[in-house]
């Protein structure tokens, strides 16, 4: 993925903000990349336009070697389901499911596997972020370091190559943070590009690359 001297200008009645500035970086496949900055930099408009759900104002946003200012609706959603796994600190899991149910939402529009294959998937994801024994539990039943690795399977049902992940562990304890950037770090390592917004200075000891944003620039990276 990479970013062309993107900006994001959001018009309001009689005010223009610069959400983002002339922001230029490439993200490369297997690493994992800590975003920081002061609430309002910038950091989830970011995020949001590397996962599709906003266009940059300004500026060239390439994926998966394609210029995004290019693609119509249906190739944008496309992009967005099996290319992108959003992974959100308020985790947004359906109340009403269990945690089977809400990996396996993901891949009910997938026709290329049938029910069962589709339930047998979301089960060894939940396998995978060490939650085999709670397959059957509703969101409330959970802790929320454990919804939050209901939600890590569940964006990764569609096998995405990009992981967004909007301060995932901001309602959560230290150890949970820490699980949760483990299992993060761990995807980077398999080969996906992992991005991560987060305040906690935790994340240094896991992200490959730090980027640190102050009103809509990138100020500094190591
Ligand atoms: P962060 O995630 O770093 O806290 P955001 O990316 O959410 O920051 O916001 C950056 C700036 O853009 C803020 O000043 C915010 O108020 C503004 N902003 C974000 N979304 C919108 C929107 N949809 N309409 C207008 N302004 C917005
Ligand atoms: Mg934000």
Redesign the pocket.
Known sequence: MELKNVS?I?K?KDEE?N??SDFSYKFEMGKMYGVK????????????ILGLLEMPTKGTYIIDKRDVSKLNSKELADLRLNTIGFVFQDFYLDENMTALENVMLPLLVNKSLSFKEKEEKAQKLLMEVGLNSRIKHFPKELSGGECQRVAIARALANNPKIILA?EPTGNLDEENEKIIFEQLKKLSKEGKCVIV?SHSDEINNYADEILK?SK?KLVDKK
């Open positions: 994001k959001y309001l903000i959400a983002l900055g002061h609430s309002g930099s910038g950091k989830s408009t970011l995020i949001n909007d917004v944003i809509g």
